[in-house]
């Protein structure tokens, strides 16, 4: 589950980005590769909005990122072979 709390996406003008982040997330959802995460459900409460997400055990590339700043490049290679997989199954 992703819970962003409304007070920050309206503070830090974060608006059009959720909407969008959970329009694409809407618009996978049939979509069935390894490399995709599927959103299951979405809706909000007073504070927060909440998506559905498929369970990623390691987080997402952005929390790798920020945690370790830096990649080698064994494991930069792999991360982009996943992109470059997943953005050709989309364009197929």
Known sequence: MKA??????LGKNLVRY????RNVLADSSEI?????????????TQEKLLLILDYCPRGTLGELLALEKRLSEERARIYIAEIILAMEYLHE
Do not use: D, L, P, V
Request: proline letters at 0%; zero cysteines; a negative charge.
């Open 4 to 9: 962003m709390a409304k007070s920050q996406i």
């Open 32 to 44: 069935e590769n390894n490399f995709i995460i599927q959103m299951h459900w979405s809706f909000q």
């Open 18 to 21: 959720a909407q969008t982040e």
